[in-house]
Structure formats: structure tokens, C-alpha cells
């Protein structure tokens, strides 16, 4: 076994391990192209022909897998969360919410932690504006 297969196997089991780490597609076309150019390396020790296999290989696997992909993850749907059901919605204020103090809020028969830029009295309607983590940013509903 020559040099550069052992260099080529290493790079595809460092690539491997790269696409097992994060599961996000990343590295896996240059793994595949790392496997073609180490089967090149039995056949000749050119590391310019070596090194034009492995793009090539990881290029054409790029753009084979690429459309699949899109596809794949344009069937998955998106599940709403309690951010998508909240945002926009009217709760009440159980308890009183002042600038830069935390008060508490229900909504959908669950209570938040909220905050607001004013001060708001327990009862009064809010507005869910945006969610910050755990806590909801909200403001005193108008009046109609």
C-alpha cells in the first residue's frame, strides 16, 4: 500500500467522522471522493491524477445527491410550536408586568413569564409580540 492510499483512507475516515459528528450533509461528497481517489492510488502514484479524481468525484456525487436532498426535505412538514401558536395572540395579565421586571401572562390556558416596556396592571389584555427564549415580549392591547 503506497503513501497516499494510507493518506486517502485516513482523509475519508477524518470526513466519515466529520458527517457523523454534525448529520448535516457537510462533508460526505468529499468522503466519497476521498474513497475514489484511494482506489485510484492502487492504479497509479500521479498525485495530480489522484487529487483530479477526488474533485471530480466529490463534485459529481455533489450534484447527484444535491437534487435529492432538496427533495427529501421539502416533503418535511413543519410541526407549529407553542412560539408559532402564540405569536400575535391576545393573554391576560396575571400578574402585574413592570419595565424591566418580569410579570406573568396566560395564555391558552398556560402561564409565561413576560416583559414589557410599560407598566401593565393584572387583567389587562396584552398583545404577544415575540418570544425571547422562555419569556414572552408583549404590549398593553388597544382598546377598540
Known amino acids: 500500500m503506497s503513501f497516499m492510499a494510507i493518506y486517502w483512507i485516513i482523509l475519508f475516515l477524518v470526513l466519515l467522522l466529520i458527517e457523523l459528528a454534525t448529520v448535516n450533509l457537510v462533508s460526505i461528497w468529499f468522503a466519497v471522493g476521498a474513497l475514489g481517489a484511494f482506489a485510484t492510488s492502487f492504479f497509479t502514484n500521479s ?15 455533489l450534484l447527484i445527491t444535491l437534487p ?8 418535511e412538514s413543519i410541526v407549529p410550536t407553542n412560539l408559532d401558536r402564540v405569536i400575535g395572540r ?5 400578574k402585574e408586568i413592570k419595565p424591566n421586571h418580569y410579570g406573568e401572562v396566560e395564555i391558552f390556558g398556560t402561564t409565561w413569564t413576560a416583559i414589557s416596556q410599560e407598566t401593565i396592571k393584572i387583567g ?9 427564549g422562555v419569556k414572552l415580549i408583549v404590549d398593553r392591547e388597544e382598546k377598540k
Open 47 to 61: 498525485i495530480l491524477i489522484q487529487l483530479l479524481i477526488f474533485v471530480v468525484i466529490s463534485v459529481i456525487s
Open 68 to 75: 435529492i436532498v432538496k427533495k427529501f426535505k421539502s416533503k
Open 90 to 94: 391576545q393573554a391576560e395579565v396575571t
Open 124 to 132: 389587562e389584555k396584552v398583545r404577544v409580540l415575540k418570544m425571547d
